[in-house]
């Protein structure tokens, strides 16, 4: 985290489901403006400032407790500023090849390198889902190429990953 005139920050992680999140911030864009009215938080606790304010920018790492498979929307206040990350923690990983008006996602064990079949991919350009589907044995997925940017969302058994063009 890196903080400048907060005597403190108080920090919250959700557990949240990747897909419907994608599905309504397409671009993860003003991720923290989302509801979460009635959701309750995996922990909730307070960071302090560590001696005197020095009225320079620090830096310190924070462990999350965010260790099991899945994704996380991490918010962070103080001050009156908000900022939020998304985290993921998962064993999936996913590679963009783009060739000859086609794009080919691989999909990979990050911890083996093994190829993972059976990962369900979407493809998104915009607001609007441009292909869908599930990567072969070999761990492919192959689509025409979406017009401009796009975004990659890989999913299986919890596991999540996410490209962004």
């Known amino acids: 985290m890196r903080r400048k005139n907060l005597a403190d920050v108080r920090l919250k992680v959700y557990a949240v489901d990747f897909m419907i999140l994608y599905a309504l911030r397409r671009d993860l864009s003003d991720v923290n403006k989302i509801d979460l ?9 307070a960071v302090a400032r560590k001696g005197a304010e020095d009225y ?5 790492a924070i462990d999350l407790p965010a260790k099991e498979k899945g994704v996380y929307l991490v918010v ?3 001050g ?16 963009v090849q783009e060739t000859g008006g086609r794009v080919r996602i691989y999909a990979t064990n990050r911890a083996t390198g093994a190829p993972m079949g059976d990962v369900y991919v979407k493809i998104g350009a915009g607001a609007a889902i441009h292909a869908q ?10 689509a025409a190429a979406a017009p401009g940017a796009f975004s990659v969302v890989a999913e299986k058994d919890g596991h999540v990953a996410f490209w962004r063009k």
């Open 37 to 45: 009215a009635g959701v309750e938080p995996v922990k909730e606790w």
């Open 56 to 60: 320079r920018w620090h830096e310190e």
């Open 76 to 78: 962070a206040k103080g």
């Open 80 to 95: 009156g500023l908000d900022a939020s990350s998304v985290v993921l923690v998962s064993d999936l990983e996913v590679s």
């Open 133 to 142: 589907g599930f990567t072969d044995p070999r761990g492919v997925f192959e």
